[in-house]
């Protein structure tokens, strides 16, 4: 069944309002990874964040490994930070990625 | 500077063709992999190798073959193409010894069958 379930599908918001992205897992994880991916573009990487809080300009994660849930947090959103925001953990050594669907994120002037 | 480049970047092919997806990686990571993208499914894993030489079955890899003949080369292989693997297929390369490093991907290659 689906490993990695992301919330919400899609999100609106108003140049400078905040967001809560949201990541719950089914299994155990050696390692989580938040990807951003521009329409039509690649992934890169945000954060590594198997556990704690960590944080990366407007950007926060928050990996509670006990409730198997991790959140990304971003702060007074721009333009830019429109597209699609990926959770993908790896429960093995290998890096092999179980990847949720996206949150799909439009921030309008 | 770290890069994996795939090619070719978009592609047209034929119910029945034959259609090979290449992957170069300039970073000299052991693993690779190719996962392709579909809307309500996000990224699903096909093919992994360790290195050259190897490779070894993902989550969904019916109707694909991979081939891993350099550390730097890995290639996907749809021997009889079929409309169900139009997708945007993308690569990665990884080092599995550092969990704190992301996989590394490439731009993605559209792939339509018709």
């Known amino acids: 069944g689906q490993q990695v379930q992301q919330s919400p599908a899609s999100l609106v918001l108003q140049e400078g309002e905040n967001a809560e992205l949201q990541c719950n897992f089914s299994?155990?994880?050696?390692?989580m990874q938040w990807f951003y991916q521009r329409p039509g573009g690649s992934l890169v990487s945000l954060f590594y964040?198997?556990?704690g809080t960590k944080h990366s300009g407007r950007l926060t994660s928050t990996t509670v490994i006990k409730e198997r849930r991790s959140s990304l947090h971003i702060s007074s959103s721009q333009t830019t930070d429109s597209g699609t925001y990926l959770c993908a953990l790896s429960n093995t050594g290998y890096q092999n990625f179980y990847f949720g669907k996206g949150t799909s994120l439009t921030v309008i002037p | 500077e770290a890069a994996v480049t795939q090619s070719p970047r978009n592609k047209v092919a034929v119910t029945g063709g034959k259609v090979t997806l290449s992957c170069n990686q300039t970073n000299n990571h052991n693993n690779m992999y190719w996962y392709r993208q579909d809307t309500g499914h996000g990224l699903r894993l096909i093919h992994y190798s360790y290195g050259a030489g190897s490779t070894e079955k993902g989550d969904i890899p019916d109707g694909y073959k991979a081939s891993r003949p350099s550390q730097e080369n890995f290639s996907l292989i749809l021997e009889l193409a079929t409309p169900s693997q139009t997708s945007v297929y993308f690569c990665?390369?990884?080092?599995?010894?550092?969990?704190?490093?992301?996989?590394?991907f490439g731009e993605g290659t559209r792939l339509s069958v018709l």
């Open positions: 964040n198997p556990s």
């Open positions: 990665a390369s990884g080092d599995p010894g550092n969990n704190n490093q992301a996989p590394l």
């Open positions: 299994t155990s994880l050696n390692s």
